[in-house]
């Protein structure tokens, strides 16, 4: 937590006008767990503001905030406060906040910060999706190829397939969801910490492709002579028409394809062959293990696996270090577990989404006991 003792030590350390005490002060908190944290997010929303309000180039804000660094720490260099060491992440934080800055900054000065619906057009572009909004969305040569209606966008169905794909990437951040409708009809639900890359326009190729990083339900329009294939990871997921969902975090060895209609193949080959892809049919599972490159499939209740879409957590047989996972993206938070045994637990419950997430906690604390304290957006668990 960043008390306004603590508050005031950060803001004259990076004004340079810290006294010899409050830098002791602020050394001892940023050793605590979690601070060094709270430190960094506190420089980089500075650094954010700092450049929104100076707009200068980039080499030249990079210069004068490095300057204005080492011009503090020669100051201090004689104190047991590790300068050297934070100047580095102040120096982080200059560059990856001056190109956050960069990219998502509209016209009008808008900065956004990590909780928003982020859409990088394939002509360079990015623009922010405010929820609720309306827009449309316009190509490179100002023609305009789909509209954003409240959560969702909608590409238009083109008179003439071009050769060419342009391809965008739409990001939701955690505590979110977004619906997408691409050109040919097919319908995605993306949950909260998901990106997607897909063409805004297919072009006349065999197939049609999109990349997942995260997790999706799928509304697949039926298009017999060229087959719709999500790229997750190293999974690939074929289908002609058929509606399934897509679980492909980064963090998860495991690529879950749950099948509600349809047919699907799974595959880990550049090229789909049909003697070694794993079939999958209404009502079962297929998993992917990444690490051991393994398929399994198994039959199950699909409600537990697309229950997200309609604002309901279904937990069933999962490990609580999983239930962590989850919780932070849908609740856009940070849950810090200091209980070991606590992660090995596994649990089965069901939630709205509706429901705060300390009384989901509280659920669960019945069942195996532990506590918990909220600091801000973080919850640490011992």
């Excluded at 808008?110 to 316009?138: H, M, P, R, W, Y």
């Excluded at 999706?216 to 399934?244: C, E, M, W, Y």
């Excluded at 297929?286 to 604002?311: A, L, P």
């Amino acid at each position: 937590m960043i008390t306004s003792e603590i508050e005031k030590c950060i803001i004259n350390y990076l004004n340079g006008t810290a006294s010899t005490k409050e830098l002791y002060v602020l050394e001892d908190w940023i050793k605590l767990a979690g601070n060094k944290e709270l430190f960094k997010e506190y420089i980089k929303l500075d650094y954010v503001t700092s450049a929104a309000l100076a707009k200068n180039d980039k080499s030249d804000f990079i210069n004068k905030e490095t300057l204005r660094i080492k011009n503090q720490t020669k100051v201090r260099k004689l104190l047991p406060f590790n300068l050297l060491k934070y100047a580095a992440i102040l120096l982080i934080a200059i560059c990856s906040t001056y190109l956050v800055y960069q990219n998502i900054t509209k016209k009008e000065g808008f900065i956004a910060g990590t909780d928003q619906i982020i859409l990088d057009l394939g002509n360079g572009k990015t623009e922010i999706i405010q929820e609720n909004g309306s827009k449309e969305i316009v190509d490179s040569n100002g023609n305009v190829i789909g509209v954003q209606q409240a959560n969702r966008i909608v590409y238009n169905t083109p008179d003439k397939i071009s050769e060419k794909e342009i391809i965008n990437k739409l990001t939701v951040p955690y505590g979110k969801h977004f619906e997408l409708v691409l050109s040919d009809g097919t319908m995605i639900t993306l949950n909260s910490g998901t990106s997607i890359k897909y063409p805004s326009q297919f072009s006349n190729n065999k197939k049609r492709e999109v990349s997942l990083n995260g997790e999706a339900f799928f509304n697949v329009a039926k298009d017999p002579s060229h087959p719709f294939v999500v790229n997750a990871n190293q999974l690939k997921i074929r289908v002609l028409g058929t509606q399934f969902n897509v679980s492909a975090y980064p963090e998860e060895k495991n690529i879950a394809t749950v099948l509600v209609e349809g047919l699907v193949g799974l595959y880990d080959n550049d090229y789909y062959n049909t003697n070694s892809t794993t079939l999958l049919n209404p009502g079962f599972k297929g998993v992917y293990n990444t690490d051991k490159q393994t398929f399994s499939t198994e039959k199950v209740d699909t409600r537990i696996y697309t229950s997200w879409r309609t604002g309901t957590l279904i937990f069933r047989d999962i490990s609580f270090k999983n239930i962590i996972k989850k919780l932070e993206r849908n609740y856009n938070i940070t849950i810090v577990n200091n209980n070991k045994e606590l992660d090995q637990q596994y649990f089965n419950a069901s939630f709205s989404a509706k429901e705060s997430v300390e009384k989901i906690l509280n659920t669960f604390s019945k069942s195996y006991p532990f506590n918990y304290e909220t600091i801000n957006q973080k919850i640490i668990i011992n």
